[in-house]
């Protein structure tokens, strides 16, 4: 995992005085390094993630995106898969904010149908919301009903407000892999 490229910085760079310009060393260096390392990558079945930032544009026409990723191309054509990752917003206890709600855009895509969308709960380290993703998909298939703030599963109210019903499945496993099983088998007939 590479943290992040817009933090990647040329020896020359470190090397020189505050003020000096190297117009674009950084993009030349990501497409010297891309493809050497590509070949390698492939040959080991090695999986390599990038986070990269965006950046503004100056002087961009209205009609088109003002945004940008550091690094140069290079970077946007060697991989086989590009996701945008946005907040859209946080999760919070009653007084500490635990996650961030996430939109996922996949930009590009190689190996499968590109131009995807999925929301998602991050809870800080523990990383994506099992229960919360459950519960959105049984929402989504008509699996869980939602009415109000309350959510029922099999005719069972399962908790009053998302956060309850995630603690719900937690403490009860038979019934979380039921839901589990019956989201997975709605998934592969909608396919």
């Not at 492939?42 to 088109?64: C, D, E, L």
């Not at 709600?101 to 990383?127: S, T, Y």
């Not at 703030?149 to 908790?159: K, P, Q």
Request: aromatic share 6%; glycine share 8%.
């Amino acid at each position: 995992v590479i943290d992040s490229v817009a933090a990647l910085t040329p020896k020359a760079e470190l090397d020189g005085e505050m003020g000096d310009t190297h117009v674009g060393l950084q993009a030349r260096l990501m497409s010297q390094a891309l493809r050497k390392i590509t070949a390698t990558v492939s040959k080991s079945k090695t999986t390599v993630i990038f986070i990269n930032q965006i950046r503004h544009k100056i002087g961009v026409p209205a009609y088109m995106s003002p945004e940008t990723t550091s690094g140069g191309n290079a970077l946007k054509f060697y991989c086989s898969v590009r996701l945008d990752v946005r907040r859209i917003s946080s999760l919070k206890t009653s007084d500490n904010v635990i996650g961030n709600r996430v939109r996922v855009k996949v930009v590009k895509n190689k190996v499968a149908p590109p131009f995807r969308e999925a929301e998602m709960d991050i809870i800080f380290g523990k990383g994506i919301s099992k229960f919360g993703e459950l519960i959105d998909l049984g929402v989504e298939f008509g699996l869980v009903e939602k009415a109000g703030a309350w959510f029922s599963y099999s005719g069972e109210r399962i908790g009053q407000g998302k956060d309850n019903a995630q603690k719900f499945l937690q403490s009860n496993i038979d019934l979380g892999n039921k839901l589990e099983e019956e989201v997975a088998a709605s998934m592969s007939s909608k396919k």
